[in-house]
């Protein structure tokens, strides 16, 4: 590979009037991420700059950033597939802390309204219940429990763009893969938050979150799911 430029986007708020672009040059290597990038200009040209990394393995999500426009994983993002010239900047719809490191406390505030941990009946507090992989009582669970938290849907959904009281697309599947779990008894509490004013109503059904979701996940369907048992509950006049 040969020399790429990578534009990445600095800013320390309460120091910077705004946001500038500073452009560094990195010799490339064959099947090297743009976190790798990162770090050789942290430890070569520039340790000013300011990004979080944990794992590097696409485990822990903490390197969430957005790259040629499109949120991603900087650890499992290959400097390759984004041509010679990058550009980097911090997630959005989150506060910048600096640079590409951004305050979660946002999106951490709407995860904690819809209770995202397992409450169990008083049969599954003893015992838990067995659901036999192919049984289809799982429905799409199965294929949603993977969130690693890292907030891409979150940069990516243009409705939180627009009204941060919007609870969010990661936060609604999580919702969904515990309303959906026979065992959990925490259904009421959650709906009332999914499907109010909001919850999952307001979705535009855009799919911006699982075209960037790095676990694949499809977050549209959970919302949509939970649409479905909102709906179902009001015209049954509000039982969930």
């Known amino acids: ?3 790429v430029k990578i534009k990445v986007l600095r800013y320390l708020p309460d120091v910077d009037s705004e946001a500038r672009y500073d452009t560094y040059t990195v010799d490339a290597k ?9 770090f050789i200009i942290l430890t070569e040209q520039d340790q000013s700059i300011s990004f979080r990394c944990s794992c590097r393995l696409g485990m822990c999500g903490s390197c969430g950033m957005i790259m040629n426009n499109k949120e991603g994983l900087a650890c499992r993002t290959k400097i390759a597939k984004l041509g010679s010239e990058i550009t980097v900047r911090p997630l959005r719809n989150l506060p910048i802390i600096k640079d590409l490191a ?3 406390d946002p999106f951490f505030k709407q995860w904690q309204r819809i209770k995202p941990y397992f409450v169990p009946t008083a049969e599954a507090a003893t015992d838990f219940a067995v659901i036999p992989p192919d049984s289809g009582r799982r429905e799409i669970i199965d294929q949603n429990i993977d969130c690693i938290t890292c907030g891409a849907c979150y940069s990516a959904c243009t409705l939180v763009s627009l009204d941060d009281s919007y609870i969010g697309p990661a936060a609604l599947n999580r919702a969904y893969t515990l309303v959906a779990d026979e065992r959990d008894q925490g259904t009421g509490q959650r709906m009332e938050v999914a499907a109010g004013e909001d919850g999952v109503l307001r979705c535009h059904t855009l799919f911006n979150c ?3 979701c790095p676990k694949k996940l499809a977050p549209t369907w959970s919302i949509q799911k939970l649409k479905t048992r909102a709906v179902t509950a009001a015209l049954k006049g509000g039982s969930k």
């Open 210 to 212: 699982m075209e960037v």
């Open 102 to 104: 951004v305050n979660m």
């Open 1 to 3: 590979m040969a020399d």
């Open 30 to 38: 064959e099947n090297m991420t743009v976190l790798d990038a990162l």
